[in-house]
């Protein structure tokens, strides 16, 4: 089964270079980087605006909670926004691709 994962950045670069650790470590198999996102939220009491990017992250449902907890030890937010769950459908192809990710991990324990 098929997960996503979708968290905000301060910037493309930060994004990008959270996307590579995990795509290096397995965690996922693509990171979609989308350009900026005006962000309205409450933060100390006040609301806030900011400009940011945002990343949809896509993994096996298998590798959800892992690759949560790794963008939260990553993310330079110190409370940042981390939304994952379980894809309802995907495309054979895309199940299949994604699922090659929980095998390689267990090929490198």
């Known amino acids: 089964m098929t997960a996503l994962i979708w968290s905000t950045f301060g910037d493309r670069q930060k994004a990008k ?10 965690q996922i198999g693509c990171a979609n980087i989308f350009p900026e996102v005006h962000s309205v939220f409450e933060w100390n009491g006040e609301i806030s605006e900011e400009t940011e990017v ?4 896509k993994t096996d449902a298998r590798l959800l909670a892992s690759a949560v907890k790794r963008i939260e030890e990553l993310h330079p937010y110190e409370t940042p926004a981390i939304v994952g769950w379980l894809a309802d459908k995907a495309g054979e192809a895309t199940g299949r691709w994604l699922s090659q990710l929980v095998g390689a991990i267990d090929a490198e324990d």
């Open 54 to 57: 945002s990343v949809l992250f």
């Open 17 to 26: 270079a959270v996307a590579e650790v995990l795509l290096k470590e397995k």
